[in-house]
C-alpha cells in the first residue's frame, strides 16, 4: 500500500536508525503486551498495563507509571496493520474509530497525534522509522520539548536490548 | 473484516433503509465525484466541489453550498474501504491520517464524527445502513438536532431518483 503522507517539518517529528535485530523481533515487540511492557517506556517511567487488538480500528492502550507513581493512561487506535513492516496508530480516535471526546484529555499527553513505525530489512537487522504527525505546529512543538528524540531513542535502546533476549 | 464497532445510543445516530437500486450503484454513487455531487446535498443545498482518493489515509473532500450563496467545505480521511460493502471516514483525520487541527473548524460542522456506510444485498436492491460516531454526547446531539435524519433521508432519496439514471 502506498501511503499518502508527505512529511511536513512543522508538524511532524521523525525517528529513524539502523538497528541490528531482525524486523521481525521488532514487529513482535510492537504488537504483543507482554513483549511490548518491558521496553516501552523510557526507564525509570514502566509500562504496567497493555492491551492490543492488532487490526485496523482496534484498540491500543497502554498505562504508564511515573517514577512517583502516578498512572497516564494512553487510548488510541489502529489504523494500518501490515505485518512486519507497517504499524500505524492515532490518540484522535479511539477504538472502533469513535473520535476522540473533545473536552477530556486524561492521557499522557494533551494534544492528538498519528504515530506510524515503519520496518525495512537492513542486512540481518532493520531499518527503524518512526514518524508522528500532529494536527498543528503548538502540538508538534509540545510534543518535540517532551524530549520526543530523547525518549525515542531510549525506548529504541530498550526493545534492542529486550530483542535480544526474545 | 470484522467490525469493533458497539452502537452506544448516547453518542451515535444511525439510519437504515432498504433501497430498490444494487448495492454496486450506491457503491458508485458514494466513491466518485462526478456520480456523488449530484446527489449528496440535500436541495436546495449544492455540492460544488467533490475530492476522494479512495483508499484507508486518502482524501474526502466536499465543498456545500447554501442557498445564500456561503461554501462550507468538508476535510476528512477515509478509514476503510470494503468495495460494494463498506465505507468508512472520519473528520477527525486529516489525509494521511493526519489529527484534524484543534483550534480551527472551518467545516460545516464543529464536532468530529467518524461516518460509516454498510451496504448489504437484499433482493435486487440494497440494505443502506449508515452509522454516525461522535466523541461526546454534546457532538451527538449537536448532529442530531441539525436534522440528521431528515438530511440523510432526503440526500438517499436523491441517489436513488440518480441512480436510476445512471
Given at each position: 500500500m502506498n501511503t499518502v503522507y508527505q512529511f511536513n517539518p512543522k508538524l511532524d517529528l521523525t525517528f529513524e536508525r539502523i538497528v541490528d535485530v531482525p524486523r521481525e523481533l521488532v514487529w513482535k515487540a510492537w504488537t504483543q503486551p507482554k513483549h511490548l511492557m518491558p521496553w516501552f517506556c523510557p526507564l525509570p517511567w514502566k509500562t504496567i498495563n497493555c492491551e492490543i487488538d492488532l487490526r485496523p480500528g482496534g484498540i491500543f492502550r497502554t498505562v504508564m507509571l511515573s517514577p512517583e507513581g502516578k498512572e497516564y493512561p494512553n487510548l488510541g487506535c489502529y489504523l494500518e496493520v501490515i505485518k512486519n513492516e507497517k504499524l500505524t496508530w492515532t490518540n484522535a480516535l479511539t477504538p472502533g474509530f469513535r473520535p476522540a471526546p473533545a473536552a477530556t484529555h486524561e492521557g499522557s499527553v494533551d494534544f492528538f497525534f498519528t504515530a506510524s513505525i515503519q520496518l525495512a530489512a537492513h542486512g540481518t537487522g532493520t531499518r527503524?522509522?518512526?514518524?508522528?504527525?500532529?494536527?498543528?505546529?503548538?502540538?508538534?512543538?509540545?510534543?518535540?520539548?517532551?524530549?520526543?528524540?530523547?525518549?525515542?531513542?531510549?525506548?529504541?535502546?530498550?526493545?534492542?536490548?529486550y530483542a535480544r533476549k526474545m
Amino acid at each position: 500500500m502506498n501511503t499518502v503522507y508527505q512529511f511536513n517539518p512543522k508538524l511532524d517529528l521523525t525517528f529513524e536508525r539502523i538497528v541490528d535485530v531482525p524486523r521481525e523481533l521488532v514487529w513482535k515487540a510492537w504488537t504483543q503486551p507482554k513483549h511490548l511492557m518491558p521496553w516501552f517506556c523510557p526507564l525509570p517511567w514502566k509500562t504496567i498495563n497493555c492491551e492490543i487488538d492488532l487490526r485496523p480500528g482496534g484498540i491500543f492502550r497502554t498505562v504508564m507509571l511515573s517514577p512517583e507513581g502516578k498512572e497516564y493512561p494512553n487510548l488510541g487506535c489502529y489504523l494500518e496493520v501490515i505485518k512486519n513492516e507497517k504499524l500505524t496508530w492515532t490518540n484522535a480516535l479511539t477504538p472502533g474509530f469513535r473520535p476522540a471526546p473533545a473536552a477530556t484529555h486524561e492521557g499522557s499527553v494533551d494534544f492528538f497525534f498519528t504515530a506510524s513505525i515503519q520496518l525495512a530489512a537492513h542486512g540481518t537487522g532493520t531499518r527503524y522509522t518512526a514518524i508522528v504527525r500532529h494536527g498543528d505546529e503548538a502540538g508538534c512543538k509540545k510534543h518535540a520539548d517532551m524530549g520526543f528524540h530523547e525518549g525515542w531513542g531510549k525506548a529504541l535502546d530498550q526493545l534492542v536490548a529486550y530483542a535480544r533476549k526474545m
